[in-house]
């Protein structure tokens, strides 16, 4: 059997047909909220208005509830439906978000939240989120789905138009003799670094020890049409193992610990990607 098409549209499509909601790597509540509360704790000391949210892949995972909460903790309930961003780059969870979203809305116990169908990959979506300049990237193991990608030729004829990132890097390569290839998540690292103000942070939760080789300082040697340092625009602050639920529950049974990862990546003061 085939491995699951994680990077796929039309596989993620065809779960939200049949599945009203789903936590990958768990609900995510115990792992990514203290970050976030951190980091809303030391913005309020100097900013009355929150910090904009940009929650990638939200899926149908409850998280976005829980992380409106959390908001609504610090900053109360008057802020507009534009500081919470969720996205997904299926129809079907952005169209089930929008209407889970209006039936909490319903009974008064939750505010606005806004829901985008955005690709992360793709540079016409994100022109839609450049009136936002985010705080915070929240991102619930959706950087492992993308990395099941495939490397991307960025000298693609179906990727340059439109996008001056692109545009720019196939001009500084245009001497080279080889194509220049970036890693899916390498791309959504640029994309988000045009997004993200300095000092803000990309909060993942991956089941990878080793999510972003490219931004560890001490890398033994790069690829060689790597023309980029993804390291000018964020630094992995903090790698840690967080202990996830192994499924078993019997009690008496040993089941070898499993873990999953958490990241904190600091958006350093480099110069944004402008278009």
């Given amino acids: 059997m085939p491995p699951p098409q994680y990077q796929s549209k039309a596989y993620w ?40 949210l940009l929650h990638i892949g939200a899926g149908t995972s409850t998280l976005q509830f829980h992380i409106h909460d959390l908001y609504e903790k610090f900053f109360g309930s008057d802020f507009g439906s534009s500081v919470i961003v969720n996205t997904d780059f299926s129809e ?29 990959l793709g540079w016409g979506d994100l022109t839609s989120l450049k009136h936002h300049s985010f705080g915070l990237v929240v991102d619930k193991s959706t950087s492992d789905a993308i990395s099941c990608g495939d490397p991307i030729n960025i000298h693609s004829d179906a990727l340059a138009p439109q996008n001056p990132l692109l545009q720019r890097l ?9 194509a220049l290839v970036l890693e899916p998540l390498e791309l ?3 994309h988000l670094a045009s997004l993200v103000i300095p000092g803000g942070l990309w909060i993942v939760l991956s089941y990878s020890s080793n999510r972003f080789p490219f931004l560890l300082p001490n890398r033994s040697s790069d690829p060689p049409a790597r023309t980029i340092d993804l390291t000018a625009f964020w630094e992995i602050q903090i790698m840690q ?3 996830a639920p192994s499924g078993q529950g019997n009690a008496g049974v040993h089941a070898p610990a499993v873990h999953h990862y958490l990241y904190l990546l600091r958006r350093t003061g480099a110069e944004g990607i402008e278009s």
């Fill in 13 to 52: 499509d065809r779960r939200f047909q049949r599945e009203a909601e789903f936590e990958w790597l768990g609900s995510g509540r115990d792992v990514l909220l203290p970050p976030i509360a951190d980091f809303l704790k030391v913005w309020s000391r100097d900013h009355t208005d929150p910090p904009a």
């Fill in 170 to 178: 196939n001009r500084v390569s245009e001497c080279r003799s080889d």
């Fill in 92 to 120: 079907l969870a952005v169209q089930r978000g929008r209407d889970c979203e209006g039936e909490r809305n319903g009974d008064g116990s939750r505010g606005p939240m806004c829901w985008e169908r955005v690709d992360m």
């Fill in 241 to 243: 193992p967080v202990e």
């Fill in 188 to 190: 959504v690292a640029l």
